[in-house]
């Protein structure tokens, strides 16, 4: 089987080759991310992962995964932000506090379709305005849901405790993909 990537996330690529798994990336513009208002959160990113993986058509041979991730904090989801000042107020109402941090992802081939959500919780320290200011001008995170990136400097100075999967909050929670993989579609391990 050849598995299919829908996504232009260098932090997903790397880490899906991380598996030793061969894949292509194919990714379709301009797909349809939007959900319904009244969609509990907990349902949103998987809702998003099935309307990306509905815009793909799959060979005989081919297993597409795609996947969408999003920020969670008080019942309300923070998206990407829209500019630097977005990002700054998305990291000042994150800056201590808990948040979730919820991957939904799609696999399908030619007859079957799985669909799954990891959740992960995430505590910031109090963060200081300059801390904020720095990492926003610096890392520019607007393809970021809650505008971070854990695997970044406010990863390594601002997250002081995670409950559940690192890389869900990194955006591709691969542990679970490889087990659905092996397990659901047949797809064999690196080692055989």
């Known amino acids: 089987m050849k598995l299919v990537l829908s996504s232009n996330s260098p932090r997903r690529k790397e880490l ?3 598996l030793d798994i061969p894949f292509e990336v194919r990714v379709i513009k301009g797909i349809d991310e939007s959900f319904p208002n009244d969609l509990p959160t907990d349902e949103i990113a ?3 992962s099935k309307k990306k993986a509905a815009a793909y058509a799959v060979a005989e041979d081919e297993i597409v ?10 019942g309300e989801v923070l998206g990407k932000p829209r500019d630097l000042d977005d990002a700054t107020a998305m990291l000042r109402r ?4 808990t948040h979730r941090v919820i991957t939904g992802v799609t ?5 079957k379709q799985t669909s799954f959500s990891v959740v992960s919780e995430v505590t910031f320290i109090s963060l200081s305005d300059d801390e904020i200011s720095y990492y926003v001008h610096r890392y520019q995170p607007l393809d970021k849901a809650g505008a971070y990136g854990i695997q970044e400097w406010i990863g390594y100075v601002g997250v002081t405790s995670l409950s559940g999967s690192y890389f ?3 955006g591709f929670p691969v542990q679970r993909i490889y087990e659905v993989l092996r397990k659901e579609f047949g797809v064999k391990s690196p080692m055989g």
Not at 65 to 74: E, R
Not at 94 to 97: A, E, I, N
């Open 16 to 18: 899906l080759a991380g």
């Open 107 to 111: 696999l399908k081939n030619e007859v």
């Open 94 to 97: 994150l800056s201590g506090r």
């Open 46 to 48: 998987e809702f998003v």
């Open 168 to 170: 869900n909050v990194v």
């Open 65 to 74: 995964i795609t996947a969408d991730t999003i920020v969670v904090l008080d």
